[in-house]
Structures are given as structure tokens and as C-alpha cells.
Antibody, heavy 122, light 110 residues
């Protein structure tokens, strides 16, 4: 059974960089037809896709966040990471990592991590 | 403001059938598959429907999805108390080159 687990600081100061890692177990991050994505959910609000990465390093980012987001992958450790720079209170959210099924016309998130709350505050 | 539009709330009594709508545009629902996620309180979203109307293994057939043009809907029949959750629609958006979500519908079982 595939499992994903987010890890990283729960508190980040304004203007600093948010960094999270997603560890994947029960499957290889190098599997074809799968990207690996980050999604966030501000408290009491809906879901927002941040970006997704392939094991080769190819990435897609949400244009609204693209200037501040960097997603990387470490195939040797079977994990991928998120960096979000210049954070503000608006970046406070539960951050989820998920496996992103990526076929020609069929793209969706089938396995999700439990999520981690990141609060931006001084 | 979410790209896909859903009603903020819906409700029904046990045993009833409820539907949740999702409206988009030609760049997302109109040209791509629709997906539905269920988010129980305090948990991560779970895939409920994929490819407009397909259920993953383990999802009861009380849940069904449909799509027509630039709109989609999720139907839940034989409503049960454990169905109380937030429901999100999603679709790939060709303009964004990424997935977009609806704002979510909070389903209350009265």
C-alpha cells in the first residue's frame, strides 16, 4: 500500500521560506505515468494545487505561485520536496503531498499524505 | 475564488438522494475528465469518482458521477450519516496546464 508522509516546520516567519518534504513508501517515486504533487488548503477553505514533479525532474507549477515555488525530487531517497519563498499569512494552510496520476487525458490525485499544518507568523 | 463553481452547502435526510453540482468552462470540464474527492472532517481528501463516472475500488455504488458540457454532478443515493463531509470537484485546465478544484460543498446529513 502506497503511503506518503509530509514533514517540515509547522511555523514559518513572514518573508521566510517554507520547506516541506514528502517521503514515499510502498512504491517507487520513479514509476512511469505518475507525477508527485503538492496541494494546500487554507483553514476552512478549499483546495489549491501548487505544483507537480516527475521523477526526471520535469515540473508543472500553478501560475499564481510559480514565481515563489520550487519543487525537487530525490529518487535515491524516494522523496520530493517543496520550497515556497517570501511567505505571508496568506500561505498559512494544511499542505498535502499526493501521487498525481498522469496519463494523456486522465490526471488526478489517487494517494494523499495526511497533511501538515504550516502557520506563517512571527 | 475557485475556478470551478460548487454550492457551498447541501443537505439531506438518511436514505435520501442528493446531488452536488459543479460548473466550469470549455478549458476545464468542457474538454477534460471530472473527478470528485470526499474529505471527511480532519482528514485528507479521498478520490471518490474519476473519469467523470468511474468509482475506485472500495467506493460504494451509492456514489455516482456524471458530466454534460461544462457541468458535472455527483449524486449520493441512500444517504448515510457517514457521508457527512466536504466534497470537491476537480478537472484539468488546459489554460492553467494544471488541475483546478471547486470551492467544495459541505454535505450535512440531517
Amino acid at each position: 500500500q502506497l503511503q506518503l508522509q509530509e514533514s517540515g516546520p509547522g511555523l514559518v516567519e513572514p518573508s521566510e521560506t517554507l520547506s516541506l518534504t514528502c517521503s514515499v513508501s510502498g512504491g517507487s517515486i520513479g514509476s512511469t505515468n505518475y507525477y508527485w504533487g503538492w496541494i494546500r488548503q487554507p483553514p476552512g477553505k478549499g483546495l489549491e494545487w501548487i505544483g507537480s514533479i516527475y521523477y526526471s525532474g520535469n515540473t508543472y507549477y500553478n501560475p499564481s505561485l510559480k514565481s515563489r515555488v520550487f519543487i525537487s525530487v530525490d529518487t535515491s531517497r524516494n522523496r520530493f520536496s517543496l520550497r515556497l519563498t517570501s511567505v505571508t499569512a496568506a500561505d498559512t494552510a494544511v499542505y498535502y503531498c499526493a501521487r498525481h496520476v498522469w496519463q494523456q487525458w486522465d490526471r488526478y490525485f489517487d494517494y494523499w499524505g495526511q497533511g501538515t499544518l504550516v502557520t506563517v507568523s512571527s | 475564488q475557485s475556478v470551478l463553481t460548487q454550492p457551498s452547502s447541501a443537505s439531506g435526510t438518511p436514505g435520501q438522494r442528493v446531488t452536488i453540482s459543479c460548473s466550469g468552462s470549455s478549458s476545464n470540464i468542457g474538454s477534460n475528465y471530472v473527478y470528485w474527492y470526499q474529505q471527511l472532517p480532519g482528514t485528507a481528501p479521498k478520490l471518490l469518482i474519476y473519469k467523470n463516472d468511474q468509482r475506485p475500488s472500495g467506493v460504494p455504488d451509492r456514489f455516482s458521477g456524471s458530466k454534460s458540457g461544462t457541468s458535472a454532478s455527483l449524486a449520493i443515493s441512500g444517504l448515510r450519516s457517514e457521508d457527512e463531509a466536504d466534497y470537491y470537484c476537480a478537472a484539468w485546465d488546459d489554460s492553467l496546464s494544471g488541475p483546478v478544484f471547486g470551492g467544495g460543498t459541505k454535505l450535512t446529513v440531517l
